[in-house]
């Protein structure tokens, strides 16, 4: 077992003085992580054990697409190992966590499935984003960061065994993400046979990593980057040969000079170069020159001269939101992503922004029909923001398109699952009269379902209530009368087409809450 030093961490001045032991496990691409941790006052928590345990999960996944079970085995064993290891120190809290990892593996679900069989133990998967979500929040909670960076672009960007991950923060709000299949890992087991075939394996590596970044880059080009931080072990590891140290956990910056000739002093050398020059374990040397080249070229689309580098780990992250007793929905940072998103589609976000604020009233109002919680709030506000994304491929059918692109968007602090939801919810909005059956909605949980028609009715009635996107209608009143839900609207115009619409749209909403929305006039 390998230790790592994280010992006493900061988590922020807000917190509880309880002496709570959580264990986290991170089930990465080539190693297995784990990290015991206990809250020792309001601001710090102390790191009892940080172990790493290599294995190969990655090589398996990424060249033949499948675990093996010799490699299921070895994990089996060591999550054993470790749930004892979690027992021994009381551990009050455990949560296990795997990426790309297995989440890409073609038999994901049957090792999940022997696992939780074999050990006892759940295994959440979670996408490339959430896992950078987790450490960008933990980064803001230091004091440096928001010293040196509040009021400046800051692009954010973290580089794994599977994927690249990219957040761009302007005045300390986050208005961009994304990711790219492009993980060190990955990209070397991809253009592996090619490796075979050249003696200039980097130049081949640099030019493919150029052609999958061409398009992200000139969105990034579209924001005025100050500054940029790297997050991840790659580049821990990059920072730590250049200066012969660990990355401490406040920001320290990498030259363009000093990285350009560290990638001057590895590109030709093969990875048991690596491994013999610089003391790498296999694993480590093996991702080295596709994370440096990742570096190099965040340096050139930004056109900045230095990089900054964070060194603390996804687990410490982790640790600090339970540790915190944190909501670990960051509302604010999702909403401005999702925002970003419908003004890359819209160009305005204007006409979610009276529908917001209907659609957040009727769901406080109407909490004892529709049971629903704060979760469910953040979804539904999501789902106003994004809710006519579709219109910018088909204004008369956009319902279809409007999910395909809320599927397929990066929002971070959302699982694949709640993004689903979302879409799910738009696309029956977009439905005159919204079907059940269709297959999108039908293979749901029940009380996904259900989450989504109640999202939808609220939707639909809300966005009734600004049908001229002219924000006639000022504020409104509800109260509740036997079975009608009565809407008091303030204005000082005509609101006939708004009235016509809610008529149409409140049958649905009567369907699903079993309440008869009524709209009155107040001038």
């Known amino acids: 077992m390998d230790k790592n030093d994280d010992s006493n961490s900061y988590v922020g001045e807000y917190g509880k ?41 990655g090589k398996d996944t990424f060249s033949i697409g499948r675990i ?22 009381e551990v009050e809290e455990t949560l296990v966590f795997t990426s790309t990892a297995i989440r890409e593996a073609k038999n994901c679900d049957f090792i999940i499935e022997r696992i939780k069989i ?23 909670r230091h004091d440096c960061y928001l010293r040196l960076f509040g009021n400046k672009s800051v692009l954010i960007f973290d580089i794994g065994s599977g994927g690249l991950s990219l957040m761009i923060v ?66 821990k590891v990059i920072y730590n040969l250049i200066f ?3 990355p401490p956990r406040d920001i320290s910056n990498i030259s363009k000079e000093r990285l350009l000739k560290f990638y001057s002093e590895i590109k030709d050398k093969t990875t048991i170069n690596l491994v013999e020059d610089y003391y790498l374990m296999p694993p480590v040397a093996n991702v080295l020159l596709p994370s440096t080249i990742i570096f190099k070229k965040i340096l ?108 397929s968007a990066k929002i971070p602090g959302l699982s694949s699952e709640e993004r689903d939801i979302i879409a799910n919810s738009v696309k029956i909005y977009q439905k005159k009269d919204p079907d059940e059956k269709d297959c999108s909605f039908s293979c749901k949980t029940v009380k996904d379902r259900l ?11 809300s966005n009734a209530l600004d049908s001229s996107q002219k924000g006639k209608i000022l504020d409104i009143k509800l109260q509740i009368e036997e079975y009608y839900l009565i809407f008091k609207a303030f204005t000082h115009d005509d609101i006939l087409l708004e009235k016509w619409h809610f008529d149409n749209e409140s049958v649905f909403f009567r369907r699903i809450f ?9 001038p």
């Open 300 to 407: 050139d689309i930004c056109k900045i001269n230095e990089v900054g580098i964070m060194g603390f780990s996804f687990r410490s992250a982790v640790a600090n939101s339970i540790l915190m007793d944190e909501d670990t929905l960051y509302e604010e940072d999702i909403l401005s992503v999702a925002e970003g998103i419908a003004e890359k589609y819209l160009r305005k976000v204007y006409m979610s922004s009276n529908i917001l604020k209907f659609a957040s009233l009727i769901f406080d109002f109407t909490k004892n029909y529709h049971a629903m919680g704060d979760k469910e709030r953040l979804l539904l506000k999501i789902a106003c923001i994004l809710h006519d994304v579709g219109k910018f491929v088909d204004v008369n059918d956009p319902g279809e398109h409007s999910y395909n692109i809320i599927n």
């Open 244 to 246: 012969k140290e660990e």
């Open 170 to 235: 302007e005045r300390d709000k986050l208005k961009y993400a994304s990711n790219l299949e492009i993980g060190s890992l990955k990209l070397r087991a991809l253009l592996s046979s090619l490796e075979r075939e050249t003696l200039d394996f980097a130049e081949i590596l640099d030019e493919f990593i150029e052609s999958k970044m061409h398009t992200i880059s000139q969105e990034i080009k579209n924001y005025k980057i100050d500054f940029a931080i790297g997050l991840g072990g790659e580049s």
């Open 514 to 522: 079993g309440l008869i929305p009524v709209l009155k006039v107040i």
């Open 17 to 57: 003085t309880d002496s709570k032991i959580i264990g986290i496990i991170d089930i990465g691409a080539n190693f297995v992580k784990a990290h015991i941790s206990q809250r020792k006052s309001d601001r710090i928590f102390e790191t009892i054990e940080d172990i790493k345990k290599p294995l190969p999960i």
């Open 451 to 461: 989450t989504i028609t109640k999202i939808a009715a609220i939707l639909k009635l």
């Open 118 to 140: 074999a050990t006892g133990i759940d295994i959440k998967l979670i996408e490339t984003i959430e896992e950078s979500f987790y450490k960008y929040q933990y980064m803001k």
């Open 68 to 89: 093996s079970n010799t490699v299921l085995l070895q994990l089996t064993k060591i999550l054993k190992e470790l749930k004892d290891l979690f027992k021994a120190y």
